[in-house]
């Protein structure tokens, strides 16, 4: 035991690298207590080569000892993304593992690397790991920390999903082609063109399971959509088909797309959406940071404009200070007397917009006296 000791202390001790991976390869062979002391050994190393060691070997690391590996967070990344790179199928495996339990999407990447490994147990696995990253990064208030994290974090789960999406018909993984269409902002054009693409299946493969994937998360998926004719007669089903309020705040999360004029005409097409009208009668249960765009929807779905005036008809008594507003900028954009008799009343209240409306219904008075034909001179009689 004490020639076994020796051993151990120089390891320990032993600056090469070679150390590190010696440790590593007894750490693949052990078990409890022996498990147990070559993975202290090596979190005592603190080396990249060590926590490349403990990385590829994880569940060998036991739970009370991980914490100090987590504790390194940069070199944990380092190391895994080295595992996951060229690290034994069982090593990538233990690196999954890892980031499973502890979620880095900085190395989304990687996951879409995998998806081409020709271990098929390891592509599934990972697909699946880049999904829950997708899902992780779409979350209110996920990741934790600051905009600039969150921004970084999706940038990272994004990319990975644009390399998944040009690989796909080599690793065919349908669980991440599904994400991809949850980062339809996000990928732009790189998602339709490959959507596109006649000797791909990715465009075949999206549209047999959309009603399977059908989720709040597809909102900006299906708003595009609806913009494009050769993907209308898809969307529009799943659109018309909802109408509970998570769907209708998903979808006024996307208030942005209504910038795209052929977003706007692809909005004519739902004349009489659930999800608007049976959930639009108290703003006030919305969130906040959306329920002010729902007079732009008015204004933008197929309505006709008795619907649409009697919606901002309601809204613009709200006491509720953005949907009051946003209600009255729409009604002065609306045609017809009915609109501007609306305006004169918010003009005569006292109210946030009643200003506005003055002057606007001021406005349009002055214009519409200009516009009346004048009338023409008399024509003077010829003298006799």
């Given at each position: 035991?004490?020639?076994?000791?020796?051993?151990?202390?120089?390891?320990?001790?032993?600056?090469?690298?070679?150390?590190?991976?010696?440790?590593?390869?007894?750490?693949?062979?052990?078990?409890?207590?022996?498990?147990?002391?070559?993975?202290?050994?090596?979190?005592?190393?603190?080396?990249?080569?060590?926590?490349?060691?403990?990385?590829?070997?994880?569940?060998?690391?036991?739970?009370?000892?991980?914490?100090?590996?987590?504790?390194?967070?940069?070199?944990?990344?380092?190391?895994?993304?080295?595992?996951?790179?060229?690290?034994?199928?069982?090593?990538?495996?233990?690196?999954?593992?890892?980031?499973?339990?502890?979620?880095?999407?900085?190395?989304?990447?990687?996951?879409?690397?995998?998806?081409?490994?020709?271990?098929?147990?390891?592509?599934?696995?990972?697909?699946?790991?880049?999904?829950?990253?997708?899902?992780?990064?779409?979350?209110?208030?996920?990741?934790?920390?600051?905009?600039?994290?969150?921004?970084?974090?999706?940038?990272?789960?994004?990319?990975?999903?644009?390399?998944?999406?040009?690989?796909?018909?080599?690793?065919?993984?349908?669980?991440?082609?599904?994400?991809?269409?949850?980062?339809?902002?996000?990928?732009?054009?790189?998602?339709?063109?490959?959507?596109?693409?006649?000797?791909?299946?990715?465009?075949?493969?999206?549209?047999?399971?959309?009603?399977?994937?059908?989720?709040?998360?597809?909102?900006?998926?299906?708003?595009?959509?609806?913009?494009?004719?050769?993907?209308?007669?898809?969307?529009?089903?799943?659109?018309?088909?909802?109408?509970?309020?998570?769907?209708?705040?998903?979808?006024?999360?996307?208030?942005?797309?209504?910038?795209?004029?052929?977003?706007?005409?692809?909005?004519?097409?739902?004349?009489?959406?659930?999800?608007?009208?049976?959930?639009?009668?108290?703003?006030?249960?919305?969130?906040?940071?959306?329920?002010?765009?729902?007079?732009?929807?008015?204004?933008?779905?197929?309505?006709?404009?008795?619907?649409?005036?009697?919606?901002?008809?309601?809204?613009?008594?709200?006491?509720?200070?953005?949907?009051?507003?946003?209600?009255v900028y729409a009604l002065a954009s609306l045609p017809g007397a009915g609109a501007l008799r609306v305006l004169v009343d918010v003009a005569g209240r006292r109210c946030p917009m009643s200003r506005f409306a003055r002057w606007f219904v001021a406005g349009a008075r002055t214009l519409a006296q200009a516009r009346r034909p004048t009338a023409a001179p008399p024509v003077a009689e010829e003298a006799v």
């Amino acid at each position: 035991m004490k020639k076994l000791d020796a051993l151990y202390q120089w390891l320990a001790k032993a600056a090469a690298p070679e150390a590190d991976q010696i440790l590593g390869a007894a750490l693949a062979l052990a078990d409890g207590a022996y498990a147990a002391r070559l993975a202290s050994v090596l979190l005592d190393r603190r080396g990249e080569a060590a926590w490349i060691a403990l990385v590829a070997n994880f569940p060998r690391v036991p739970v009370e000892l991980r914490p100090r590996l987590l504790a390194e967070p940069e070199l944990l990344r380092a190391a895994a993304a080295a595992v996951l790179a060229t690290g034994s199928p069982n090593g990538r495996r233990a690196a999954l593992t890892l980031l499973e339990l502890h979620p880095s999407p900085q190395l989304a990447e990687h996951l879409a690397d995998l998806l081409r490994d020709p271990d098929e147990s390891l592509r599934t696995a990972a697909a699946a790991l880049l999904r829950r990253y997708a899902l992780h990064v779409l979350e209110p208030g996920k990741p934790a920390g600051d905009p600039d994290t969150a921004r970084l974090f999706r940038g990272h789960v994004t990319r990975a999903l644009a390399e998944a999406l040009r690989t796909f018909d080599a690793h065919g993984r349908p669980e991440v082609l599904e994400a991809a269409l949850w980062f339809a902002r996000e990928l732009g054009e790189t998602l339709w063109t490959a959507l596109a693409e006649p000797r791909s299946q990715r465009g075949r493969c999206a549209a047999q399971h959309l009603r399977t994937w059908n989720s709040p998360r597809l909102a900006a998926f299906l708003l595009l959509g609806l913009a494009r004719p050769e993907w209308r007669t898809t969307v529009r089903p799943l659109l018309e088909g909802w109408s509970g309020r998570t769907e209708l705040v998903a979808l006024l999360r996307n208030t942005e797309l209504l910038e795209d004029p052929q977003v706007r005409r692809g909005l004519r097409h739902l004349r009489t959406p659930a999800w608007f009208s049976a959930n639009v009668g108290a703003p006030a249960l919305l969130p906040p940071d959306v329920r002010g765009a729902l007079p732009l929807w008015v204004r933008n779905l197929g309505f006709t404009d008795a619907e649409r005036l009697h919606y901002l008809t309601q809204w613009q008594t709200s006491a509720l200070p953005d949907v009051h507003r946003a209600a009255v900028y729409a009604l002065a954009s609306l045609p017809g007397a009915g609109a501007l008799r609306v305006l004169v009343d918010v003009a005569g209240r006292r109210c946030p917009m009643s200003r506005f409306a003055r002057w606007f219904v001021a406005g349009a008075r002055t214009l519409a006296q200009a516009r009346r034909p004048t009338a023409a001179p008399p024509v003077a009689e010829e003298a006799v």
